[in-house]
Structures are given as C-alpha cells and as structure tokens.
C-alpha cells in the first residue's frame, strides 16, 4: 500500500475490513475465527469450500465451492473481499496455500492471513528445525512478491485444549494409560493459546481501521502490522503446571499418574528418525518437544512480547480451559479425524 493515510488512497477506498473469505471455516482453526468474525456483526463472511465437502459449517455465512485445480474458480471467489484468511490441515496438498495467494492477488485482495496459527515462524532456530516451518516463511515472500496483497500472521503457539489430548507426543498425556511423558523436568515454559483467543484475536484485528485517516489520527490500525506477525498467547505454560490443572479439574490425584522423563533433544531426535520411517505420529513429538527445548525457542512471550494488550485480549482461566479439553477426552475427540 502506498500511502500512509486513508486520506490519500485513490477513489473507491474503504478504511475497513468488510468481506472476508476463509478456507477451512469448518475445521478446528477456521471454525473459532470465523465464529468470532460473525460475532462482530461488522463483517460479510464466505466461506471456501471443495465442491462436494460434507464438513459442518459455522450458520450466518455464504459457502462458496471452489475448485483447487482450476485457478479462475478460486479468483472468481475472491473478487470483491478485503481479506483472505488461509487454515488448512497438515494433510493439505502442498502446493494449495500457493494457489489461493496467486488468486487472491489475481482478484485484488487486499490482505492474506496465511496459513501459520502455530509458533513462530520469524524465529530462526525453529525454522531450521527440519519440520518444514520454512514454508509457512516461503508464503511471506510470496505474497510479496505479487505485489498485491499484504499479509499480516497470527503467531499464538500451539492450541492448548487441541494439544492436551492429541496423545503423548504432543503434550505428554495418554489418558487411557495415565501416563505422562515430560521433556526434561516438565518445567519448561512455552507460550500457548486457545481456540477461542486465536478467534478473538482475528475479529479484533481485523475490526480495525486499515490505516489513519491523517497524520493527527493515532488511532491503532491494521497498518501496524503490515507484512508482520502479531503475537499472543494464552498462557505462558509447562507440562508440569497443565498436569496439575488436570489434576484439579480431573479429580485424579498424581499417584494415579506414571510419569516418565526424557531429554526434549533426545524425544525430538526420537520423533524425526520416525518419521523419516515414514510414521506420521513422529511429527507430533517432533514438532512439540522441539518446542520445549529448555532454551526459549518455544516462548515468544519472553521471547518477542505480546500485543494482547492492544487487542484487548482478555486473561483466561486456565482450568477452565482444562475443562473443555476433558470434555473432549470424555467424548472420544480425534482431531486426525475431527470426529466426535
């Protein structure tokens, strides 16, 4: 975008985020972020869908089938929305993150919210941590490089009540067994976030002004994070601390637990020589335990900072969350299968 003020913007423009189209507004990212996007009663949403998809979707929003191998379907979709937001599923072929920021400049959207939702990409080390996290980098440069659109990404962490009970790789817990794996002491800290603050997030960011009106207008804007991260949590959190919030929303008491220890370098090494076996479970433990090297790389709270504060996001409550995820556990969630 070329001027810095609302005031100086050709014929035509609007100072907000309207229209805003989301592929995967059915799924465990989408859904929150297009729920809370409705809430605001400030935005038309259309939601991107493979023609024939039988997922649920969010009421009170357009659903728009869309055909990835064939480019003008995707264009002709996006014409007329001022943002795109991008949630796909690890399972999602490679190449279709690419194809959407192609349509998205061929259609002149304004603003991409790629597909990150997770830790942060910006930080060296974990990028080069053979996990594929480059590609969420590649997007930036890509959209860039189309000179159309801006992007501006979430970078919040993983999700707390998602991470809980994606089974011993992830947050340690295997519930069935009562046993809990810890990397090195447990007391690490990562920086974590729920659904549903990743949501709000989204809706507060993107009710913003575009830009100032003038040089006088210190409102805050959406341009604060042209082509930049914003980054927020949940809680600042250790395995060891959401085990004892289990406890005490659980009614389970520790001796019920076994609990096992291993070096997080040593379960990251473990993780990647799986899944280079071809074992997709080794992903899981390689990606969290990456994050739960005792060296920071997994709290960006400390880390980068927070602009929770600027978005008016509110302090959760931590076993309250606890509590949503062991409604999951009762019910038999499985997010490989986003069944139950």
């Avoid at 649920?56 to 001022?82: E, F, K, R, T």
């Avoid at 993150?97 to 830790?119: D, F, T």
């Avoid at 942060?120 to 860039?144: C, N, Q, Y």
């Avoid at 959760?316 to 139950?340: F, I, M, P, S, W």
Wanted: hydrophobic letters at 40%; charged letters at 20%; proline letters at 5%.
């Amino acid at each position: 975008m070329s001027a810095t003020y609302a005031k100086d913007q050709p014929a035509g423009f609007t100072n907000e985020i309207r229209r805003v189209a989301v592929v995967g507004a059915g799924g465990s990212v989408g859904r929150p972020i297009t729920e809370a996007l409705l809430q605001t009663g400030r935005h038309s949403v259309t939601a991107l869908t493979r023609a024939g998809s039988t997922s649920s979707l969010p009421d009170g929003l357009l659903a728009v089938a869309v055909d990835y191998s064939d480019p003008p379907s995707l264009v002709a979709a996006l014409q007329g929305q001022d943002c795109l937001i991008i949630t796909l599923a690890v399972t999602a072929p490679p190449d279709t993150q690419s194809k959407l920021i192609q349509a998205a400049a061929q259609a002149g959207v304004p603003y991409v919210m790629p597909n990150i939702w997770g830790c942060d990409v910006m930080h060296e080390p974990l990028v080069k941590s053979g996990l594929a996290w480059e590609r969420s980098r590649a997007a930036f440069t890509e959209i860039e490089a189309a000179g159309v659109s801006s992007w501006v990404a979430l970078v919040c962490g993983f999700w707390y009540e998602h991470s809980l009970v994606l089974g011993p790789g992830a947050f340690g817990f295997d519930f069935a067994q009562k046993r809990l794996f810890l990397n090195d002491d447990g007391h690490t800290k990562i920086s974590i976030s729920t659904q549903v603050q990743c949501g709000r997030a989204v809706a507060t960011l993107l009710s913003l002004p575009r830009l100032p009106t003038d040089a006088q207008d210190d409102r805050l804007t959406l341009s604060r994070w042209h082509n930049k991260p914003v980054y927020v949590s949940s809680f600042l959190l250790s395995q060891q601390e959401a085990f004892e919030s289990w406890l005490r929303v659980s009614g389970d008491s520790a001796p019920d637990w076994t609990i096992e220890h291993a070096p997080a370098t040593e379960r990251y090494e473990q993780g990647m020589a799986r899944m280079k076996s071809g074992d997709r479970s080794g992903f899981v433990q390689a990606m969290y335990s990456r994050v739960f090297f005792p060296n920071g790389d997994g709290d960006h709270d400390t880390r980068v900072g927070l602009d929770n504060a600027l978005l008016g996001l509110p302090v959760e409550d931590l076993d309250e969350q606890t509590r949503h995820a062991k409604a999951r556990v009762d019910r038999g969630y499985n997010y490989l299968t986003n069944r139950n």
